[in-house]
Nanobody, 122 residues
């Protein structure tokens, strides 16, 4: 599967932003999808993941209650709605796909989008 992330930008603290990740190739519904992020000078970190059918999601503690992951398999797209953004959310955000049943580790994901930069100013 090929993944193309979009939607990043420069926002102020407290604003909202929605990221999108469009998939192409094999059936999108075959993949568990996730978002990771990498801040400058830091390792890539897990943000959120969603089941193949969209029936369940799991979040990192740092974004729980503020971010929502969702997917539309008919459009082969996964979304990340980000609310109440903080400066510490500044990072390059990557979407990723896996055929594993579960996955919060980057090493469990085999397909990656190119990343989209989110910058949150204070």
């Amino acid at each position: 599967v090929q993944l193309q992330a979009s939607g990043g930008g420069l926002v102020q603290a407290g604003d909202s932003l929605r990221l999108s990740c469009a998939g192409s190739g094999r059936r999108f519904r075959d993949y568990r999808m996730a978002w990771f992020r990498q801040a400058p000078g830091k390792e890539r970190a897990f943000v959120a993941t969603i089941r193949r059918d969209g029936s369940g999601a799991y979040y990192s503690d740092s974004v729980k209650g503020r971010f929502t992951i969702s997917r539309d398999n008919a459009k082969s797209t996964v979304y990340l709605q980000m609310n109440s953004l903080k400066p510490e959310d500044t990072a390059v955000y990557y979407c990723a796909a896996t055929t594993n049943i579960v996955g919060t580790q980057a090493t469990q994901y085999s397909w990656w989008g190119q990343g989209t930069l989110v910058t949150v100013s204070s």
